[in-house]
């Protein structure tokens, strides 16, 4: 019973298998149920695990199905252990509560037997790379679920759009695979083993300068697949894929295989100092320039994508901090909140008939009341306002950035992650403020657009969203300051770890106080602009604040012209050298060669065939040539001779 | 007096053989060409003989009648398609027939 654990990983993948063999025979309803119980199964069998687990101490335990080569140490293993337990009730669970809403959201697709085959194979990628015992099946993993993403953000493939998408997403998850490959290779060197066990024993033998180098390769990966900075423009392009799809994929679960990865090496992590640095400026980075970019959006899922590379943002300063725990925290709530803010805007786009721009939005409360509420739930809960399950989850972070600058040996150090923690507090307050914008531009402020046959979504689609809005309110319990639940699973993952503690007492209040402030100041001027109308109200003509405010406002939806810069600095000298390596390499050299040797053959042989005259006469005197040139050489040749 | 040795014999055949050899080239007649191949194969037949006799072994007697067997049957066929060609044109030249051109 120990290795029931196993099993979640398997069914979504024979799920997939038998929708795909199936696809032509069966109709919705069919691949419906088949795809809606696996999911309820395999969910059901993860809680079942992850209690018999949890009742036998979160002690760990490991399964090796092959042992592929003994030196180096090399198998195909799983393991069920806090962290991956975490991940598969969290995969299998939203998984579950995703595909309900697809039932609804694909209704009358083309594709839809291949939405769910996709749907199920990305289910198995994911928790092939989060139950993996070892680097080697989490790289499969890793890969597999690089592909399926990019078989869902594609998945409109007509669009050219979406396949444009597709194939960006597909190329720069690439970047960040190459260096996550080198660093493999470079732990299979030194370590001589894939296992994550023996590789975080003796990682303490380990030169700092080795773990440096093994952790920045790595990160590379990560910073791919979870789009920090630089790698992130794919995110929002991935927005073209069906909703729920981004819902899960972008949002939940795959976008956080990075922040899980480095989790899962913080053992080794932990004794870099380099790495950590860099972990926590790029987040930051990533998050303010993320946050700030989502301010001037009016794609309904362009605002949550770039909220989502904020967020991730947030759980790299985390990791950067030293706060695993508060990291995973963070993933875990930030996946409720933002399946339902993605499942929501999902619902009003199904409304509007697949119209995602917001300026035609506008007063939809009234006409799809429910909806709201949940996105307006899932909007608070991402702004961190207490006692919802962003709050929690963010203000640890915050609180462990802080707590970090307290225990640096250098005064440097310690101004350097103050500075850190009032960043991160900015990027907060920004998070409070576009959001607030999000929700208010769509379901309060009147544009003078009739919406009065714009419905309510169908039951199939609220279900999931009440389900969602409750966990987004109450999952921030699991580890409050009062009750470290989630600590307490991941004690034996992080076991030789030296996690960053909170601080105590009145400076944790007075932090939270910080960060509340944070958020609802964020809301407040947001609910001033776009709800109350402030800057109609009063006269800010002589303030001259017309130019400033345009220049944030066209910085903001061109991302600071970062994808310009890249396209201009990157794209194009690539595209410009792939060109001329398609000219001379493939031009010149290998057509060039193949052709040489045909045109060879058939001059040659237009030249022998010369020869072949038909008439008998004359190849007789070539018989008699050749015959001449035997005796000749019968003769001459002194050793034949003899 | 005039020994008569084997290498007589020798460039009798040598003789015959190449009197074939030149037919063959610049013949065009099915018929004549057909006799220098006998002219050939008796050529060599000689030969054989010659050597045979030269050496005091019967192997080269042997192996010209397996030639004379092999010519006979070649005459079989080869008459029939001198015959086939016959039928197909009025005369018997063998140049007419070059669809094995290159």
């Not at chain 1, 506008?362 to 909806?371: A, F, V, Y």
């Not at chain 1, 899932?378 to 970090?404: H, M, N, Q, R, Y």
Request: net charge neutral.
């Amino acid at each position: 019973m120990d290795f029931l654990f196993v099993l979640p990983i398997f069914l979504p993948l024979l799920t997939a298998i038998f929708l795909f063999l199936n696809r032509k025979i069966f109709n919705e309803l069919v691949t419906n149920f088949f795809t809606l119980n696996s999911a309820l199964l395999s969910f059901a069998i993860s809680f079942f695990a992850f209690v018999t687990f949890a009742l036998a101490k979160f002690k760990p335990i490991s399964l090796t199905l092959y042992q592929w080569t003994r030196t180096p140490d090399i198998t195909i293993g799983f393991t069920l252990d806090g962290l991956s337990g975490v991940m598969l009730l969290l995969v299998t669970g939203l998984s579950f509560v995703i595909q309900l809403f697809s039932t609804s959201y694909m209704e009358k697709d083309e594709k839809h037997s291949n939405y769910f085959v996709y749907f199920n194979f990305f289910v198995f990628s994911m928790l092939l790379l989060v139950m993996s015992s070892n680097f080697l099946v989490m790289f499969f993993g890793w890969e597999l679920v690089g592909l399926s993403s990019y078989l869902l953000i594609s998945f409109w493939s007509q669009k050219p759009a979406a396949a444009k998408a597709g194939n960006k997403a597909f190329v720069i998850n690439r970047i960040g695979d190459f260096g996550f490959l080198i660093g493999l290779m470079i732990i299979l060197n030194t370590f001589n083993t894939f296992d994550f066990h023996t590789v975080m024993q003796s990682s303490t033998n380990i030169s700092e300068n080795t773990i440096t180098t093994i952790s920045l390769f790595l990160l590379l990966g990560a910073f791919g697949k979870s789009a920090q900075f630089p790698l992130f423009s794919w995110l929002p392009d991935a927005m073209e894929g069906p909703t729920p799809a981004s819902a899960l994929i972008h949002a939940a679960t795959m976008v956080t295989a990075g922040v899980f990865m480095l989790v899962r090496i913080s053992p080794m992590l932990q004794h870099s100092a380099t790495a950590s640095i860099v972990i926590i400026s790029f987040g930051l980075l990533t998050a303010l320039i993320a946050a700030f970019s989502a301010m001037n959006q009016y794609d309904i899922k362009k605002v949550l994508a770039y909220s989502t590379i904020s967020q991730l943002g947030f759980m790299f300063i985390a990791i950067g901090a030293g706060a695993y725990v508060a990291a995973i925290f963070h993933l875990v709530t930030h996946a409720f909140f933002k399946a339902l803010l993605f499942l929501g805007a999902g619902a009003v786009i199904h409304s509007m008939h697949h119209e995602q721009d917001m300026r035609k939005m506008g007063g939809l409360r009234k006409r799809m009341p429910i909806t709201a509420g949940m996105m307006g739930i899932g909007t608070l809960a991402i702004s961190g306002i207490p006692p919802l399950a962003g709050f929690w989850s963010k203000d640890e972070i915050l609180a462990s950035v802080f707590a970090k600058a307290g225990m640096a040996n250098e005064l440097v150090f310690s101004i350097m992650y103050y500075l850190f923690w009032a960043l991160t507090l900015g990027a907060a307050l920004l998070t409070a403020f576009y959001m607030g914008r999000h929700w208010l531009l769509i379901f309060e402020k009147d544009n003078g657009i009739d919406h009065s046959e714009v419905q309510e979504a169908p039951k199939a689609m609220i279900r999931p969203l009440i389900l969602l809005g409750i966990f987004s309110i109450f999952i921030g319990f699991i580890n409050t300051p009062f009750f470290h639940g989630l600590e307490k699973v991941l004690h034996e993952t992080l076991e030789n770890v030296e996690v960053t503690h909170l601080p105590e007492g009145i400076a944790l209040v007075i932090l939270a106080v910080f960060s509340i402030g944070a958020g609802f100041t964020g809301l407040i001027i947001a609910f001033l602009i776009f709800g109350f109308q402030l800057h109609k109200r009063i006269n800010l003509g002589k303030f001259k604040l017309e130019s400033p405010i345009n220049l944030v406002k066209d910085l903001s939806s061109n991302v600071l012209y970062l994808n310009k810069f890249g396209n201009v600095f990157f794209v194009s000298g690539m595209k410009n050298f792939s060109r001329k390596v398609a000219v001379i390499v493939d031009g010149l050299i290998i057509d060039g060669s193949v052709n040489f040797i045909s045109s060879a053959f058939a001059k040659t042989s237009k030249i022998t065939s010369a020869t072949q005259t038909g008439l008998v006469r004359n190849y007789v005197v070539y018989f008699g040539l050749f015959l001449i040139l035997l005796i000749s050489l019968f003769i001459f040749t002194p050793l034949v001779a003899q | 007096m005039l020994e008569v040795t084997t290498d007589w014999y020798l460039t009798l055949a040598a003789i015959l053989f190449s009197i074939g050899f030149f037919g063959m080239m610049i013949r065009k007649n099915a018929l004549i060409m057909f006799m220098c191949i006998e002219l050939m194969l008796n050529a060599v037949n000689l030969t054989f003989i010659a050597a045979s006799k030269h050496f005091g072994q019967i192997d080269g007697q042997i192996a010209v009648f397996f030639v004379l067997v092999v010519a006979a049957a070649e005459v079989v066929v080869g008459l029939a398609i001198i015959v086939s060609i016959f039928r197909k044109q009025s005369s018997a030249s063998v140049d007419v027939l070059n669809v094995s051109r290159g």
